[in-house]
Every structure is written in structure tokens, then in C-alpha cells.
């Protein structure tokens, strides 16, 4: 009896330590967002590729004036001579003048 309560300790202590290995390799994904989990202890981390689409969006960014109020203005396309460039508050009374 006794042999056998050993045995099961031991079998149990292996199950706890795959857990725990388990667990230190554990990372959830939450959106742009990851949890890294290391024995107790979990950290939120920005996912390397939200990172990276962060830096992307403002590589596409470009510096233009407003042509309707002579403001800077940041726009992500490349403006373009033949098309007016609006800054936000512009583009929105534009198109609420267009509605009308």
C-alpha cells in the first residue's frame, strides 16, 4: 500500500511538472495582444506584429497642406497635384456640404 501511494506521488509530481512547463511556455493571443505566462507571474506584451503595423501606418503617412485652409496636414496617400488635399476638419464640412 504504501509502494503504491509513492507511485502515485511521483506520477503526480510529473503531471505538475509538464504543467508547470507548460505554463512557462504559455502565450494567449488577445486581439493585439499577447499574455506571456511564466511560472505565476503573466505579462501583457504588444504583439511583435502589431508593432510592426504601427511603424508601417506611419511610414504611409505623408505631410501635405490643406488646400482649403492652408493648414499642415498629415493624409495617408501620396497627394497628388490633380486632387485637393483636405485636413480633417475640412474634409468633414466638405462632405457635409455635399449632402446638401
Known sequence: MRQEILDMQNELMNDCKALSSKLND???M????????S??????VEHPANT???LVK??????A???DC????TVKFKPNPKWP??????????KESEKQ
Open 85 to 94: 488635399v483636405r485636413c480633417l476638419s475640412c474634409y468633414k464640412k466638405y
Open 58 to 63: 506611419k511610414l504611409d503617412a505623408w505631410e
Open 26 to 28: 504559455l502565450r494567449v
Open 39 to 44: 511560472g505565476t507571474q503573466s505579462t501583457l
Open 70 to 73: 492652408g493648414q499642415p496636414t
Open 30 to 37: 488577445i486581439g493585439n495582444w499577447e499574455i506571456k505566462t
Open 65 to 67: 497642406v490643406c488646400d
Open 52 to 54: 510592426l503595423n504601427r
